[in-house]
């Protein structure tokens, strides 16, 4: 993969240039970024859509946008609001009464407000394809009631892509219409987002990026290309950057964008807060929304700062590599468009003594998770239990080992290997123990 080399002039130049420099480090295929600020929009595209059959990437490239589409299902559901039609903080039970949940009180109390805040409880990662027709949805629901409940209800925040499910079939029994359907009638196509689809036969008519991933020392495509359909509300829109600034744009606008970006409840970080389907923080004074997607071999970034008018979006076509992209160029990004100088906490280096109470094995139904302790630091080892995008999908190997660094009481963030600065924390009981290592927001048990 070459570099075109140019003399960087513009802001958007230099963050273009960084792209490239980002791509060529990290071994991405191909990225697409796209930055809207004052009033003015640009976009582009570096590298190729597949290494083995390579197109050069542009500004219309289409990729997978993973969970960015829950800010989506999220849209739909304030729309909803805003009619009338759907209440928040009603039991879900008012809308669907046949849920069935592994907790009985939890299925009778919780909400769209639980659901659209990650705050179910029930574990998260329930990948499944019961259909490709109009009944996914309503198909996936029973098998909801096979997941542990984690957590109590609404206390702690853990990251649950089968909350969606359940949101988005809400939203298909008050529009009466396929989840897709909705979101295309009330939100994509008002919004002139033509670039956005959610089926692959829709996708095929267009340039599109596959999905790759590391495998014995070297790059290979990533398959299956396709999500089930029952993932729609919770990842399935497959769209561009320029699609993703228009949204971007609407947000900054739309009346509800306000109540959607309040904060509801703290994460793993403590820099950022969960809102409704967006993370938000401020820095420097100024307020952010923002979205992270992944998918088989993809990873993607919005982020918003609406007082700003200020809109950057990312693709990538690798995991977990994509991520040091999306990290690299939001960094820039942020520096030469707002003069905000993003940087990782300062690690603190603990005795053995001091991370022997956070050393263990700590797990839940899709991954196991060691930690040991050496040098000041833990080193984490995973091992997935599951795999994606279907259930029946033969786990990926393990990664490699990861370096995680304490920085503040029970909390740490990934100084080396795969997912680098992303945070987790370690989440603990009424009595003071240690009962979960919260990794990628999701909650892993403690093993006692």
């Known amino acids: ?54 197109l050069e990437v542009d500004a219309e490239t289409l990729f997978q946008i993973g969970s960015i589409t829950k800010t989506v299902t999220g849209t739909l559901a304030l729309q ?29 109390r919780v909400t769209m407000r639980h659901l659209l805040t990650h705050t179910g409880g029930w574990f998260g990662d329930h990948f499944s394809d019961p259909s490709r027709g109009d009944d996914a949805l309503e198909r996936m629901l029973p098998e909801l009631a096979e997941l542990p409940q984690l957590a109590p209800l609404g206390q702690i925040w853990s990251y649950c892509n089968s909350g969606f499910y359940v949101a988005g079939r809400v939203i298909e029994v008050l529009t009466r219409r396929p989840f897709e359907t909705a979101a295309r009638e009330l939100v994509l196509a008002p919004l002139g987002m033509e670039n956005s689809f959610f089926f692959s036969e829709e996708v095929l008519s267009h340039r599109f990026a596959v999905g790759h991933r590391d495998e ?28 993703l600034l228009r949204y971007a744009r609407f947000h900054f606008e739309w ?4 109540q959607m970006r309040e904060p509801q409840i703290e994460t793993d970080d403590p820099r950022r807060k969960m809102a409704l389907t967006w993370f938000v923080r401020d820095v420097d004074g100024l307020g952010f929304a923002e979205h992270d997607g992944g998918t088989n071999g993809q990873m993607a970034r919005l982020l918003l700062a609406p007082e700003a008018g200020f809109a950057l979006a990312i693709l990538t076509n690798h995991s977990p590599a994509g991520n ?21 906490p300062e690690p603190r280096d603990l005795s053995r003594e001091q991370l022997a109470e956070y050393a263990g094995v700590y797990s839940n139904p899709w991954s ?32 490699p080992p990861a370096t995680l660094a304490l920085y503040d009481t029970d909390r740490l963030f990934v100084e080396e290997g795969p997912l680098t600065g992303s945070r987790g924390d370690f989440v603990r009981d009424d009595e003071g123990r240690i009962a979960w290592f919260r990794s990628g927001g999701r909650l892993h048990a403690a093993h006692t």
Do not use: C, N
């Open 216 to 243: 014995d020392g070297r790059t290979i495509l990533a398959r299956p290309w396709a999500l089930a359909r029952a993932a729609s509300a919770a990842g399935g829109i497959t769209s561009s950057v320029g699609d």
């Open 80 to 108: 909803l609001v805003e009619k009338g039609e759907l209440d928040l903080d009603a039991p879900i039970r008012r809308y669907l009464p046949a849920l069935r949940l592994a907790d009985d009180d939890v299925a009778e």
């Open 324 to 344: 040091d992209v999306l990290r690299e160029v939001t960094r820039h990004a942020l520096r030469l468009y707002l003069g905000i100088d993003a940087r990782d």
């Open 1 to 54: 993969m070459g570099a075109v080399r140019f003399s960087a002039v513009t802001r958007f130049e230099t963050l273009s240039e960084a792209a490239w420099e980002s791509l060529e480090r990290f071994g991405v295929p191909g990225t697409s970024i796209g930055v809207y600020h004052e009033a003015a929009e640009e976009a582009a595209g570096f590298g190729v859509t597949s290494t083995e059959q390579p």
């Open 368 to 399: 196991e998770i060691e930690l040991r302790a050496a040098d000041g630091r833990l080193v984490s080892q995973t091992t997935f239990k599951a795999g994606f995008p279907t259930k029946d999908t033969p786990p990926l190997p393990p990664p």
């Open 255 to 258: 009346p509800p964008g306000p």
